[in-house]
């Protein structure tokens, strides 16, 4: 057989063949292997973090979402109450107002009834000076000569003598 002829090029291409897959079962197939299979696990694992990060995610989401709907719950809330306070402020300073204005109106219209009764009084008390004083100057014009002071001495003896 010779080495260059094609038969025995297939022959020994057969032969480097096995020698070589039996190197490589013996020193290298377990390395290969156990790098594909640490390589299979650690994309098991990052599929699996992946799927828990997801869902993580999503529990995360649902909660801010509830989370927002109580804030907006709340922030509903405060603002009603705020309302209700400003309505009840208006109200109780609309009331006030109105109970301030009754009590000015009634504090005037009792003054004016006290200026009116002063100035009544005071009027009573000049015509009552001005009469007195009407009175005395006729008086005394009357009482002046002895005939007029004559007739009325006999016209008040009179009327007391009647009555």
Request: hydrophobic share 45%.
């Amino acid at each position: 057989m010779q080495l260059t002829s094609p038969e025995s090029l297939i022959f020994w291409t057969t032969i480097i063949f096995i020698v070589f897959f039996i190197l490589l079962a013996k020193f290298a197939w377990k390395p290969i292997l156990g790098a594909v299979k640490s390589r299979e696990e650690s994309i098991n694992n990052a599929l699996a973090s992946a799927e828990a990060a997801r869902r993580e995610m999503q529990n995360l989401t649902a909660d801010n979402e509830r989370i927002l709907q109580e804030a907006r719950m709340e922030r509903d809330a405060l603002l009603k109450e705020a309302r209700e306070m400003k309505e009840q402020i208006i109200a109780d300073s609309k009331k006030e107002a109105q109970e301030q204005g009754l009590k000015m109106i009634e504090q005037a219209k009792n003054a004016i009834q006290v200026e009116k009764n002063a100035a009544m009084a005071d009027l009573k008390s000049q015509v009552s000076s001005l009469s007195l004083e009407i009175a005395e100057k006729l008086l005394k014009e009357e009482l002046s000569n002895k005939d007029s002071q004559a007739k009325l001495v006999e016209k008040m003896l009179g009327d007391v003598k009647l009555n």
